[in-house]
Every structure is written in C-alpha cells, then in structure tokens.
C-alpha cells in the first residue's frame, strides 16, 4: 500500500492531496499546525473537509512526497523531507519557479511543472482549473503514473522537463509579473499598457531562454497569451494574492532567475531588469 504525504496545504497541496485521497487511504496533508482546510473542488461548491497534520508531528516513512510549499521555504521544510523520506521515496517538488535539485541531496527528486490554478483565503481553497503535473520520464515516474492513471491527476512524462520547466516560467514571468505589481487579477491584460508590458516580458524572456540552449516554437508568445486568454476575470496568480497580501513572494525563483541568467548572457532585458528590481524591493521590505 502506498503511502503519501503533500506538504503545505496551499491551492496546490490541498488539490493533490484531495485527489489522492479518493483513491488512497494512507494519505498526509502535512503544515504549520493542526487544521481543517474547507476546499472547494472546481466542479463542486460543497466543502470537502481536508484535515492538516504538524509536519514536526509526521511519524514513519512514506513512499511519495509532493513538496507544494513556496519555493523560498523549502530549506525550512527540507529537514523534515529528509526524515519521512527512504532511500526509495519519490520526492516530487510541485513548485513555481526553477529548483536546483541537485542541491538537496535526495535519491529520487523531481521538479514538476504545475497547472492547477485555485485561492487560498484563510482555511478554504478554491480550485479553480486544471490537476496537471508535467515530470521527467524514468522507471520510477512511469511506475507512479501508473499508480494515478484512475485518480483525476494527470501526470504527464517528459524526455525532456527542462524545456517544460522554462516554458513554465516564461508562463508566470509574464501574468505573475503584471497581477502583482498592478495589484489586479487576470482582468488587468484587458488594458492594452498591461498586455503591452506583458508581451515584452515574455519577447525578452524568450530571448534568455534560447540563450540557455532552450528550443522554443516560433509562436511561443501568442501560445501563452491563448493560455491567459482562457484565465477569469477574477482569478489572480500565487504571486498576486501573496503581493496583495504583503507576504513574501517567489520572485527570486522566477524573475530573478530569468534575470540572471539574462545578465550572465550579456542580454539586453530592460523590462525584466525594472520588474525584478521592483519585486525584490518589495520582498526586501516583507523581510524586514
């Protein structure tokens, strides 16, 4: 039988973990404190109860972990990874932004590419859209597809994730960018300033990653604004509601990345060098 954990009971975490449970009876919402999330499943206004265990109270190993916890608190939650995890745990990060993994010294990690689009507010979350997760393809990822073929997860398998994971944050570079600064959910790309800042974002981040060695399709931009097209009015991206909020946000994991490897190319990036100056002005000051 096969035990899982999700670690942080965000959007991401309680939408994996709500899937899972109705599948799997050995399955741990791991936080902060005891809770109960009230979540909303996108085809279903009724509350389903989602009860959070104490990560420092996770007794015993298991067998698959997602990671849904913000980028820039993983090094906290690692530790405790660490301690639930055997020398045969899949360790699947489900993250925005870029993780080296190879830092974290782990047998079997990965880093997912994410779509699942939901609010957190308080103790309930709205699932908005999408339960896909994008993974390196191996023997051990294909045996865990497997496991989920029935649950309404999709995992897809990638020869190549790298090139996934920068299509990814091209994705949040642009909308993640534009919500959070302008303090305005998907709306704000129906003023022309906003969808102008938006495809210049994008035009130079394209540049960095081609500079990186990633092959992208020529219509790459449009490709993402079609995504954003199909976005609500009122749906706002992590980074928004954290901005909104003055939590800390996952820049460095995002436009930061972009950033320097833009610098370490010699690039000219003018709008991400402005936006990413502004962001981590901001996360300087959430610090304090």
């Known amino acids: 039988m096969t035990k899982f954990a999700v670690i942080g009971p965000g959007a991401v975490g309680c939408t994996i973990a709500y899937e899972l449970k109705k599948?799997?009876?050995?399955?741990?919402?791991?936080?902060?404190?005891?809770?109960?999330?009230?979540?909303?499943?996108?085809?279903?206004?009724?509350?389903?109860?989602?009860?959070?265990?104490?990560?420092?109270?996770?007794?015993g190993k298991v067998d698959v972990v997602f990671v849904a916890v913000k980028t820039y608190q993983l090094d906290s939650v690692m530790p405790h990874i660490q301690r639930i995890c055997s020398s045969n745990t899949l360790v699947i990060l489900a993250q925005n932004g870029y993780v080296n993994t190879d830092s974290l010294q782990l047998p079997h990690i990965y880093q997912a590419v994410v779509y699942i689009s939901g609010q957190k507010?308080?103790?309930?979350?709205?699932?908005?859209?999408?339960?896909?997760?994008?993974?390196?393809?191996?023997?051990?990822?294909?045996?865990?597809?497997?496991?989920?073929?029935?649950?309404q997860l999709t995992l897809v398998l990638e020869d190549d994730i790298t090139t996934k994971i920068w299509y990814k944050l091209l994705v949040n570079l642009g909308i993640n960018t534009v919500t959070a600064l302008t303090q305005t959910p998907a709306k704000v790309l129906q003023t022309e300033e906003a969808k102008q800042l938006c495809r210049d974002l994008l035009l130079e981040g394209v540049q960095v990653a081609k500079a990186e060695g990633i092959q992208l399709p020529q219509t790459i931009v449009d490709d993402i604004f079609s995504i954003y097209n199909g976005y609500p009015d009122e749906m706002g991206t992590s980074m928004y509601y954290d901005y909104l909020h003055s939590r800390p946000i996952e820049v460095e994991a995002i436009q930061g990345f972009i950033f320097h490897k833009g610098i370490k190319h010699n690039l000219a990036i003018p709008t991400i060098r402005t936006t990413y100056k502004l962001l981590h002005a901001y996360q300087q000051h959430v610090k304090l």
């Open 23 to 59: 599948s799997f009876s050995t399955v741990s919402l791991l936080g902060r404190q005891h809770k109960t999330i009230n979540y909303y499943p996108g085809d279903n206004n009724v509350a389903q109860p989602l009860n959070v265990t104490p990560l420092t109270e996770a007794k």
């Open 121 to 151: 507010q308080h103790d309930n979350v709205l699932h908005y859209r999408d339960e896909i997760l994008h993974i390196q393809k191996d023997s051990h990822t294909q045996a865990l597809a497997r496991q989920l073929q029935h649950t």
